[in-house]
């Protein structure tokens, strides 16, 4: 028996690893929580520069979206059906083109956050399957009124919680962008390289 258990120590030991690699760092409440919590210092810091130096001001907030974002997966939604049509590098490029507009719509949204409280709301629908997706809601107060924001959140390939679709005081930007994507699908002849190029 001892040695039965000589043997199967390092086996054990390692599949113990493996459970515990695969459980993620954060729970996705949490990593909406910090990635809420670093944009937001990011638009109280940058703030003076929408009006004085817009670029500056979005870059900062590009630059925070990036870390938690993963904008390729946000293509991919928005392309919807015509993803299955698109190659990995019209997603890439698409993706690259979705971080500008996100930013800026995200960004010109948030300027008039002051450092009010954030709130997060109580729990909806549970998805059907919670470790693969999932919906944090929040609310913010700027411009004295309330925003609500919901992240629908995802486990990458590195079990990190990433977001992939935003729901911004009720507005689906996924399905907002679709409609605008399937518009110009059909302006350009289902070509998806002229869909990107002419995507403002």
Not at 69 to 74: G, L, N, R, Y
Not at 89 to 111: D, M, N, P
Not at 142 to 151: C, D, K, M, P, R
Not at 152 to 170: A, P, S, V
């Amino acid at each position: 028996m001892g040695l039965a258990l000589v043997v199967m120590a390092p086996l054990l030991m390692q599949v113990s690893m493996q459970v515990s690699a695969q459980a993620p760092e954060l729970t996705a409440v949490e990593s909406a929580e910090l990635s809420v919590n670093q944009l937001l210092a990011t638009v109280e810091e940058l703030k003076p520069y929408f009006a004085t130096d817009r670029e500056r001001y979005f870059a900062g907030i590009q630059e925070s979206l990036t870390s938690f974002v993963d904008f390729d997966e946000v293509a991919i939604g928005v392309m919807a059906r015509f993803a299955e049509q698109a190659t990995p590098e019209q997603i890439s490029r698409f993706g690259e083109k979705l971080k500008v507009t996100l930013t800026r719509f995200y960004g010109a949204a948030l300027v008039g956050y002051d450092g009010q409280e954030l709130v997060f709301m109580p729990a909806g629908e549970p998805s059907p399957d919670p470790e693969v997706n999932t919906n944090v809601r929040m609310q913010i107060s700027a411009n004295n009124s309330t925003v609500e924001l919901q992240y629908t959140l995802f486990l990458n390939e590195n079990r990190e919680w990433k977001l992939k679709n935003l729901f911004l005081g009720g507005i689906n930007l996924r399905r907002q962008y679709f409609t605008q994507f399937s518009a110009l699908m059909n302006r350009y002849g289902n070509d998806i390289d002229q869909v990107i190029d002419n995507w403002q």
